[in-house]
């Protein structure tokens, strides 16, 4: 996007003859300066940490189990004994709600993995090579893009009972890459008749070399920042689903299913719903506001509305 | 240019086809019809279920390429088949898409137009106060579920209720549904009726649009505000507010085209969510209970719908292009 | 500063200061820059990248960034103009003093007509209420009188619908349009071809003439200023270091950087292959100056002085008025007239040895018979169709001996670039044949093709985009060395001599691409070429996005090497003056087809092509008593789409020749398309026109 002119000053305030060792700051050092000065992003940075830890080592400090019923307490309000209170069936909300947050962080992680990179080679490849595999990829991404996912999903949702909610992660990364290859595969064309790609192709190095080397890595801030979106995307998206009964199916838990079970009685037993809505708004809001910064930092020049 | 044109739309047919059969493929082959009259108690002897099911082309026993094979047969003469309960597909749906219009028209009109002055204007503010607390509005509604979003109003609607004094029968605002059945929908008690069942869902798509369209205008804006041709209009003798206005907004409003073009397509597929929170009967509640219910015609019949307004809105999305951007024009 | 002057000035600045807050400090980009205009006059700025010149115009009208800190007085008959409201300040823009800038393209909005634009210019200040009919007529008046064909018609078109040199001749409408007292252009022919600069340069001057304006001229090209400017202030890390009237400060520079800018500049009128005076090292960065003079480092004359104080700009005594400069030695430069030769060690280049074998006798490198290159023309985003095809490369044929420069001139269009890209791809072309080192492009195998890959090698032009900013250098040299399987140990040490080559430390192997200028880089660029070894060197304007001082010592450098490694160039420019200087045959091209080629001081010296002769006459002299005195040849009109071309001559409908001509003859230019042929005597130096006859321009 910005294309440093003469017109900026800034661009050719040039070191002295031999490069020091200030402008000499690797890439990455000077992205995570940057980064740290965002003081907003560092929270939320701290806060996606938080709730990971707090999801994965609360079985070991809590002292009841998600499945597990009290039957000397139905309904409870928030108590010493059951910190986020208890259900109609006696299960404890703070388990639940925690164990429903390994569900939702897991399937936000892992979807965006997987979805960011399908979209990044599939994408870089339909770029650099065109012809016949970029129409027939094109066409899938269109096709994917007319299917309602949520209602495939929904379809096929029944065959993920049980243990193997692996199969909705994979459905659910399959319907969320499409825009980020197109988008891919436009940074390839544009990048693809960039000066240091021409030499490397006329000094002979092959194709699928110069994609991995050349191509995907020049592209690594908007693939970050895609893979953060599509976290915050997925986990909403499984909210979604599991809110009608399409997405992770009991005995299993999610922070879907217990806003899906509990939205009814938001008025009556309110802490059955605001626990559950509440982390996963923190979640969602922690992981954007990362991903924002992650953004300032990866781009400056983007959204600062001065060049001089 | 014509052949051009056929050739496109030729591809966007296929395209069409192709994706309502893979619907309709799944859904014959994962949903069980059956299963809604299994449940009863007691069971209807098989051959009833039989022939209820072969009424509505659902039978499992009969093969999957035949019961295709009718369904399409019925497509060729517009003919969407029946829902699982004996009624004709197209009338659930035409009905269904006016109701979707209702509730999200207003909310979506409102909300976009407040959005992307709201995102302009944080734009020219940076750093301002009033740019963080748009900022901030966006980061929380967007990070927010709709389904949240749509419990947390209703609530507030119903606790403003109670609150005011509202506890009977008449409401300031109500909650559920489209309108208190019996009036006339266009007599004055009835407009008014309409309009305060229509406040909270509309509240909702208000708060999603203000949020979407205040972070992406805003960011369209800031690209636009280091532009040069912003600096020749001020050389020109336009004050900065009027230049940003005329020549900056005017340019940033591009990158919407797409997005403008979409919600306006979609606005017959209404809102999932909020129809379900606040009991309209549209074509979002028709989506999901299709597949709760197990209704297969019904299934491929939202899908087709659904592929073809994407469709219109893709090209429509061209059209909102040329129409804003002269470098696209043919 | 002491000033005699008859009127009061126009435009004053006084000790004017901007600083901009950015990440690694405060960057002081205008450090105390005092001038003044008076009406009518043409006060030329040149400086190069950093050196402030475009801040302190922007500053003038405070059209500066927010982040911008401006201190000081500027004055505008007197009226100060720092510290008003935007309100104030508008009404004088655009009516009072007006302002042209570099990328037409990008400085004007595209989502309005052009007419509408200039409309918007005289409306906004029109307080008696002008009509939009009214403003729209007198745009159209406007048009015309900037010398866009068709006015009433391209009046309704969009920005992008023009090109380069057109958009500009609109935002000089739009400059204009009130009637200003002064126009500031801010490098408005930089990014032009030169013969559309050369007819720029005289709307510019024609509307100076309309207006009585005087003009502020911003450019880094000593050319332009010394055809166009009375007077000149060369800016140097943020301040002005001399001024004076141009014949002064051109012919009696009296502070070194003058003195080394004047002496690295090519000149296409320049004899012989003589060597280029550097200037060593690269302009300091504006975050952290040191004390003294910020020249101090790259001066040969410096003395302990010069490091601790900056000098103040003080006036020469024996030249001219108000001639000044700052240099702690200039008393020393008056009095004993150095010149850059005394002040700037010439390098000595050696001889090449290759020159001394007559050119026929040596083998042939490269060799491109009757090559054609075509492309679809696709029209519309939405709905792409074919509309035609563009004829990039319509047929040239050339060759390269062993140790030789071929220059391959041409504006924009002409198609160069697509021939060496056609050349670098190594595949049968579409039509005629391409052989590399004896073996034809047309019938290689793989494995052929990625052998010869060794000896071809290029160098791009824009130095940042040339290399991955991805990579440390070191991984960027390797590349070439990993590709073609060389074994490890003997790779570091070829990195090492590859840097040495290029004149760069080795320990510098591990930092980015962004942490070298944009000189080193481009070195960086040349070590990369050069590290299997190649014979033959395709270099796409490797100088043209470099500073003028640094382009002198890359120039040298490439010479350098080409005559220790024995390498061959195939070296495709735009810039005559550097096609002068390194090459020693050239061939000018224009739409697809080489219209002249030959030794070059024959083409530069006696161009037989009306085109050449053109191209020659607009590349303006960094000299102002021979700029007075040419007469420049300025061509008429854009040129034709590439995938329209004229029938029989291309170039007849921009040719000067051509329109001097009578009926029958133009017949002749009109149907048949002339062959590149030797006639004008020489067997050597062929070119493609009817009615070739050698004149001398430069």
């Known amino acids: ?308 | 240019m014509v052949r051009f044109l056929l050739r496109r739309l030729l591809y966007l047919v296929l395209l069409v086809a192709v994706s309502t059969s893979v619907a309709y493929l799944l859904a014959a082959t994962q949903l069980n019809p059956r299963a809604r009259y299994e449940g009863r108690n007691p069971p209807p002897p098989e051959a009833v279920v039989d022939a209820a099911l072969d009424a509505v082309n659902m039978n499992d026993k009969t093969p999957v390429a035949r019961r295709f094979g009718f369904w399409t047969r019925g497509l060729t003469q517009g003919d969407l088949g029946l829902t699982i309960e004996g009624m004709p597909v197209n009338d659930e749906i035409s009905r269904r898409m006016w109701v979707s219009l209702r509730l999200v028209l207003i909310g979506s009109i409102v909300g976009t137009i407040l959005g992307v002055a709201a995102g302009a204007y944080g734009a020219v503010k940076q750093y301002r106060p009033v740019d963080h607390v748009l900022s901030v509005f966006s980061f929380v509604a967007l990070s927010t579920p709709v389904v949240v979003l749509a419990v947390l109003l209703k609530n507030a609607g119903i606790g403003l209720n109670n609150g005011l004094g509202f506890t009977g029968e008449t409401k300031l605002l109500y909650t559920t549904g489209e309108m208190t059945p019996g009036l006339d929908p266009w007599s004055l008690v009835g407009l008014t009726n309409r309009a305060a069942h229509v406040v909270l869902p509309s509240l909702v798509l208000i708060v999603i649009a203000v949020a979407f369209y205040g972070r992406y205008q805003r960011n369209a804006m800031l690209d636009v505000l280091g532009s040069d041709f912003l600096r020749t209009a001020q050389a020109k003798g336009l004050p900065r507010g009027r230049a940003l206005i005329v020549h900056g907004l005017r340019t940033a409003l591009i990158p919407m085209a797409t997005f403008f073009a979409y919600e306006f397509a979609l606005l017959f597929v209404g809102a999932t969510f909020t129809e379900r929170i606040f009991g309209w009967h549209g074509m979002g509640e028709y989506f999901v209970d299709a597949v709760t219910k197990s209704d297969v015609n019904s299934v491929a019949g939202v899908t087709l719908f659904v592929a073809v307004l994407v469709l219109i809105a893709g090209f429509l999305s061209d059209l909102a292009y040329a129409a804003l951007d002269p470098r696209v024009r043919v | 500063m002491p000033h005699v002057m008859s009127a009061p000035p126009l435009l004053e600045v006084d000790d004017l200061t901007v600083t901009f807050g950015s990440e690694a400090g405060a960057v002081r980009a205008v450090r105390g820059v005092s001038y003044q205009i008076s009406a009518g006059e043409v006060l030329g700025i040149v400086g190069e990248s950093g050196s402030g010149k475009t801040v302190s115009s922007l500053a003038v009208m405070n059209l500066l960034p927010p982040n911008a800190t401006v201190a000081g007085a500027i004055r505008f008959r007197g009226t100060p103009l720092t510290g008003q409201s935007d309100r104030d300040l508008s009404k004088i823009r655009g009516k009072n003093i007006s302002m042209i800038f570099q990328d037409p393209l990008s400085a004007l909005t595209p989502v309005y007509t052009v007419g509408d634009q200039i409309a918007e210019a005289l409306l906004v200040h029109a307080d008696d209420g002008m009509s939009t009919q009214a403003a729209q007529t007198r745009a159209i008046e406007l048009l015309a009188l900037v010398g866009i064909p068709n006015p009433r018609q391209r009046a309704t078109a969009f920005p992008h619908e023009f090109s380069g040199g057109m958009r500009q001749r609109v935002m000089i409408a739009m400059a204009i349009a009130n009637d200003p007292d002064l126009i500031i252009a801010d490098e408005p022919t930089t990014a032009l071809d030169v013969t559309i600069q050369a007819q720029i340069l005289d709307v510019l001057q024609k509307a100076r003439e309309i207006t009585g304006a005087a003009v502020i001229l911003v450019t880094h090209d000593l050319g332009v200023i010394a055809g166009f400017a009375d007077r000149v202030a060369v800016m140097y890390a943020g301040r002005i270091v001399e001024t004076g009237a141009v014949d002064d400060v051109f012919y009696m520079p009296r502070m070194p950087y003058t003195l080394g800018l004047l002496g690295s500049i090519p000149r296409p009128d320049a004899q012989g292959h003589r060597p280029l005076t550097p200037i060593e090292g690269t302009p300091p960065s504006l975050v952290s100056l040191p004390p003294g003079c910020p020249f101090a480092p790259r001066c040969p004359m410096r003395v302990q002085a010069c490091i601790e104080d900056e000098p103040a700009l003080v006036p020469m005594t024996g030249s001219g008025e108000a001639h000044a400069a700052a240099c702690h030695r200039s008393g020393e430069i008056e009095a004993r007239n150095l010149k850059s030769a005394d002040v700037f060690a010439l390098p000595d280049l050696p001889a090449n040895p290759a020159d001394r074998v007559p050119r026929e006798a040596r083998a042939v490198v490269l060799e491109v018979r009757d090559l054609v290159k075509e492309f679809p023309l696709m029209k519309g985003t939405i709905l792409r169709r074919r509309t035609g095809t563009v004829h990039a490369v319509d047929g040239i044929s050339f060759d390269i001996r062993e140790g030789e420069t071929l220059g391959l001139v041409g504006e924009s269009g002409c198609g160069k670039t697509t021939a060496i890209m056609e050349i670098l791809n190594l595949v049968r072309p579409m039509a005629g044949t391409i052989a590399v080192l004896g073996k034809a492009t047309a019938s290689l195998t793989d494995a052929e093709r990625f052998a010869i890959r060794r000896d071809l090698q290029v160098v791009f032009q824009d130095p940042m985009a040339s290399l991955d900013p991805r990579m440390p250098i070191g991984d960027i040299l390797d590349e070439p060395l990993r590709t073609h399987a060389v074994p490890a140990p003997e790779r570091t040490a070829r990195i090492r001599e590859l840097l040495g080559l290029v004149g760069l430390a080795p320990e510098h192997a591990n930092r980015y691409p962004q942490a070298f200028s944009g000189g080193q880089r481009q070195r960086i660029g040349i070590a990369r070429a050069l590290a299997l070894r190649p014979k033959v060197l395709v270099l796409d304007e490797p100088v043209s996005a470099l500073d003028v001082s640094i382009r002198a010592g890359v120039i040298n450098l490439l010479e350098r090497l080409k005559a220790d490694l024995g390498l061959s160039y195939l070296f495709v420019a735009h810039d005559l003056s550097v096609v002068r200087h390194i090459a020693n045959r050239v061939a000018v091209m224009y739409l697809g087809r080489i219209v002249e080629i030959g030794n070059v001081d024959d083409v530069f010296d006696r161009p037989a092509h009306p085109y050449t002769q053109a191209l020659l006459s607009a590349v303006p002299l960094p000299d102002p008593k021979k700029e007075r005195r040419r007469r420049r040849i300025v061509l008429q009109g854009d040129l034709p789409s590439p995938s329209d071309p004229p029938s029989g001559c291309r170039f007849r409908t921009r040719c000067q020749l051509f329109a001097e001509l009578d009926e029958p003859r133009r017949q002749r230019c009109l149907e048949q398309s002339p062959d590149l042929a030797p006639r004008t005597g020489g067997a050597d130096h062929l070119d493609a026109c009817h009615y070739a006859e050698p004149r001398s321009v430069l």
């Open chain 1, 1 to 308: 996007m910005a294309d440093p002119t003469e017109k900026v000053p800034v661009r050719d305030a040039q070191p002295a003859a031999a490069p020091d060792a200030d402008a000499a700051l690797s890439r990455g050092r000077l992205v995570w300066r940057r980064f740290l000065r965002r003081r907003l992003a560092m929270v939320g940075l701290a806060t996606v940490a938080l709730l990971f830890v707090a999801a994965y080592l609360s079985p070991q400090i809590s002292i009841w189990r998600y499945d597990q019923l009290d039957t000397s307490a139905f309904l409870s309000p928030p108590s010493a004994a059951h910190w986020f209170g208890t259900t109609q069936n006696g299960f404890d909300m703070f388990a639940l709600t925690m164990r429903g947050m390994q569900k939702s962080l897991v399937i936000g992680l892992l979807g965006a993995l997987i979805s960011t990179t399908l979209a990044a080679v599939i994408g870089a490849f339909a770029g650099y090579f065109g012809g016949v595999l970029s129409t027939a990829l094109l066409c899938l991404v269109d096709l994917l893009l007319v299917l309602p996912g949520f209602l495939i999903i929904a379809i096929l949702s029944p065959s993920f009972r049980g243990q193997s909610w692996l199969v909705f992660v994979l459905l659910l990364a399959a319907f969320q890459w499409m825009i980020t290859a197109r988008i891919v595969r436009g940074m390839t064309l544009s990048l693809k008749e960039r000066d240091f790609v021409h030499a490397a192709r006329f000094m002979g190095v092959p194709g699928r070399t110069i994609i991995f080397r050349h191509i995907l890595p020049n592209m690594a801030s908007l693939l970050i920042i895609d893979a953060t979106i599509n976290v915050s995307s997925l986990i909403l998206a499984e909210v979604g689903l599991s809110f009608f009964g399409f997405g992770v199916q009991p005995p299993d838990v999610s922070l879907g299913t217990l806003i899906g079970d509990y939205a009814g009685a938001a008025l009556t037993y309110p802490w059955e719903f605001y626990f559950p809505a509440g982390f996963l708004v923190a979640l969602v809001l922690a992981i954007n506001v990362v991903g924002d910064g992650l953004r300032d930092a990866l781009d400056p020049n983007a959204g600062v509305g001065i060049r001089s």
